[in-house]
């Protein structure tokens, strides 16, 4: 979630009125240190994490947990990927009115997303694994409230 915030803010925070809303004072500049640290609040957990895995693990963990954090900073590139201005008038465009997601950009942010919940499912199965659990499906998905309602009412009125 933290990448794509940072992608959107990349797009919103550019062009002609962004520069000109820094200038007049109406807005503050991004303070690089401040976003630094606000990224840090994932990564900082994720890093000690990896390291004890790396620590702890058998070789195939650890190659599963590098594997999610390469997905990471895939998914972190996706979705800072700037708007390639080929043309003059593109390099215009995006000067005066700033970035902005293109079908293509948001479809490779999506596969990477898809590719690091791919990545996790695979490194939680390991886990399960590691630790002696049983398999779980790790992409269930949870019924809605309705059909929850619905059983939860037939129960009641079986039992009683």
């Known amino acids: 979630m933290r990448a794509r915030a940072i992608g959107e803010l990349m797009k919103q925070r550019s062009g002609l009125k962004e520069g000109l809303d820094v200038t007049m004072r109406h807005r503050r500049p991004v303070d690089l240190l401040e976003l630094h640290d606000w990224m840090d609040k994932d990564l900082a957990p994720m890093n000690v994490a990896l390291s004890e895995i790396w620590t702890r693990w058998d070789?195939?963990?650890?190659?599963?947990?590098?594997?999610?954090?390469?997905?990471?900073?895939?998914?972190?590139?996706?979705?800072?990927?700037?708007?390639?201005?080929?043309?003059?008038?593109?390099?215009?465009?995006?000067?005066?009115?700033?970035?902005?997601?293109?079908?293509?950009?948001?479809?490779?942010?999506?596969?990477?997303l898809q590719d690091l919940a791919r990545s996790r499912k695979r490194f939680a199965e390991c886990a399960h694994y590691m630790l002696g659990q049983g398999p779980a499906d790790l992409?269930?998905?949870?019924?809605?409230?309705?059909?929850?309602?619905?059983?939860?009412?037939?129960?009641?009125?079986?039992g009683a």
């Open 139 to 158: 992409f269930a998905q949870v019924e809605s409230t309705a059909a929850g309602e619905v059983a939860l009412a037939e129960a009641n009125q079986d």
């Open 59 to 112: 070789q195939e963990g650890v190659r599963l947990a590098n594997d999610v954090v390469l997905k990471c900073m895939d998914l972190l590139g996706a979705a800072t990927t700037r708007t390639q201005g080929g043309s003059g008038w593109e390099r215009v465009r995006i000067w005066a009115a700033g970035e902005r997601w293109t079908p293509e950009l948001i479809a490779a942010n999506d596969a990477a």
